[in-house]
């Protein structure tokens, strides 16, 4: 029997036989049950899994499943009873973004799953959408319309090839894992969101845009000349692509990718490596900062067996844990910030704090940052507890800086957080005293503000000052 013929025994037959756990979502899509990334394309014969970048036809299943060599594989389905199907030539469409006419200006359900859930600061989710790779849309699955985040794949020309989806509302009777993540179809497989700091010398890997996020907003200091990229899992040909393009822009070859058929880029680059001395001049030019697991650190030492260079920069494992991504390290970088002692911190916070105010794009928060900086010398007399300014940034509610509100000593650790959850949620009126109440910080907001409410401004200030966010 032929190579080709065994190409056509039906790899449905195939997962079944070996005991894959297959679900037909579709009427040609099967989905392993364990790996959502994991497709079975009943139609062309073929399979694909996306987070590994890895696919094939029947016979790399075979290979895969199995792990054993070509050889093998093929005795495996000569020996088999497996019937043959009609094998359809598979066509890759181009890529059409079809979500642009429902996407939303405002921004504002992106924007909140991004700095409430995954603890990122707005002047990052800033960042990243002036640079055009963020936007919100509604999507329609079925009669199910729910709003998305859109992480766009950008070409260095500003042309998009590709985009992947993030649920934000939490529907676990639709996804198995809580929210929509999807690759939108006929993606550029080999791309993912990017965005370049300076002109790029150098290049990081992380396997997921919140992530890429996540990594930018924890080390953005050290950032310069280098370009992040998010691989939607571990696809060694997204590095390919990536490094062959900036490659050829270090070597002076222009439209280098361009002239290197896709399907020659892993040789291409593995040449590269192995029989030039470019590496040698370049060798902090691939870092992967991807998940610290066991599948990313397998990712790692396969390229460099493969003798690329890699400079490696996997997200510190969490206490007890035994894997971690960038996001979770932040979301408990900064739990940990907000419960720091006052004695080491009341200064950092409202330095912290003050940052944030005044680099905020919110015309609202540079209001509060001017007046605070008037406000500040009041707090540095005698006797006048500086907590009163951190209060003072702290707490927005209904449009009104509460600065008539002061405080007493008893309630600096308290005041601390809050002052914490303020620069976290940026100004998220009325959070800042319902998150602290909620977080057993403060008893309770109400009797709070009436037991320690001053008429400060009576007395200090003399007129308020209303904020218009």
């Known amino acids: 029997m032929s190579i080709d013929e065994l190409k056509k025994k039906s790899i449905i037959d195939v997962a079944a036989n070996l005991g894959v756990p297959l679900r037909q979502i579709g009427s040609n899509l099967y989905e392993h049950e364990e790996h959502d990334s994991f497709r079975v394309f009943a139609d062309t014969n073929t399979f694909k899994w996306f987070s590994r970048d890895v696919q094939g036809d029947v016979i790399n299943f075979v290979e895969l499943i199995k792990n054993v060599p070509t050889n093998e594989a093929l005795y495996y389905l000569q020996h088999g009873d497996f019937k043959p199907v009609q094998v359809q030539e598979i066509k890759q469409e181009p890529f059409r973004y079809f979500l642009k006419p429902y996407e939303r200006a405002d921004f504002r359900e992106a924007r909140q799953y991004l700095t409430k859930e995954r603890k990122l600061s707005d002047r990052t989710v800033d960042f990243f959408h002036a640079r055009g790779v963020l936007a919100e849309a509604v999507k329609k699955t079925n009669a199910y319309y729910e709003p998305v985040i859109v992480f766009k794949y950008l070409d260095n020309d500003g042309e998009l090839q590709g985009a992947s989806l993030q649920g934000i509302r939490e529907n676990r009777s639709l996804y198995e894992r809580g929210r929509l993540k999807q690759i939108v179809k006929n993606s550029d497989g080999m791309m993912g969101l990017s965005v370049s700091i300076g002109q790029p010398k150098r290049l990081v890997f992380l396997e997921a845009p919140i992530d890429l996020m996540s990594y930018y907003e924890m080390n953005k200091d050290k950032l310069s000349d280098v370009r992040l990229v998010a691989m939607e899992g571990l696809k060694e040909a997204t590095i390919s692509r990536y490094t062959l393009e900036l490659a050829g822009d270090l070597m002076g070859k222009d439209n280098w990718l361009e002239k290197i058929e896709p399907s020659k880029r892993k040789i291409t680059l593995e040449a590269l490596a192995k029989t030039t001395k470019f590496f040698e001049k370049h060798p902090d030019l691939i870092t992967l900062a991807v998940d610290n697991d066991?599948?990313?650190?397998?990712?790692?030492?396969?390229?460099?067996?493969?003798?690329?260079?890699?400079?490696?920069?996997?997200?510190?494992?969490?206490?007890?844990?035994?894997?971690?991504?960038?996001?979770?390290?932040?979301?408990?970088?900064?739990?940990?910030?907000?419960?720091?002692?006052?004695?080491?911190?009341?200064?950092?916070?409202?330095?912290?704090?003050?940052?944030?105010?005044?680099?905020?794009?919110?015309?609202?928060?540079?209001?509060?940052?001017?007046?605070?900086?008037?406000?500040?010398?009041?707090?540095?007399?005698?006797?006048?507890?500086?907590?009163?300014?951190?209060?003072?940034?702290?707490?927005?509610?209904?449009?009104?800086?509460?600065?008539?509100?002061?405080?007493?000593?008893?309630?600096?650790?308290?005041?601390?957080?809050?002052?914490?959850?303020?620069?976290?949620?940026?100004?998220?009126?009325?959070?800042?005293?319902?998150?602290?109440?909620?977080?057993?910080?403060?008893?309770?907001?109400?009797?709070?503000?009436?037991?320690?409410?001053?008429?400060?401004?009576?007395?200090?200030?003399?007129?308020?000052?209303?904020?218009?966010?």
């Open 294 to 469: 066991q599948a990313g650190r397998d990712f790692i030492d396969k390229l460099q067996d493969k003798g690329l260079p890699i400079v490696v920069d996997l997200p510190p494992l969490l206490d007890g844990a035994e894997k971690s991504d960038w996001n979770e390290v932040l979301k408990v970088q900064k739990s940990e910030q907000v419960l720091r002692s006052p004695a080491s911190s009341l200064n950092d916070l409202i330095a912290e704090a003050k940052e944030e105010l005044q680099d905020s794009v919110n015309p609202g928060m540079k209001q509060v940052y001017e007046y605070s900086e008037k406000v500040a010398p009041l707090f540095e007399k005698p006797g006048i507890d500086q907590t009163k300014f951190a209060f003072l940034l702290a707490n927005m509610e209904n449009n009104t800086v509460y600065n008539h509100y002061a405080i007493q000593e008893d309630y600096v650790e308290e005041m601390m957080a809050v002052t914490k959850l303020y620069v976290e949620f940026q100004g998220r009126k009325p959070a800042m005293l319902d998150a602290a109440v909620e977080r057993e910080l403060l008893a309770d907001k109400e009797t709070f503000l009436r037991q320690y409410a001053q008429d400060f401004i009576k007395n200090e200030l003399q007129t308020p000052q209303s904020i218009n966010l």
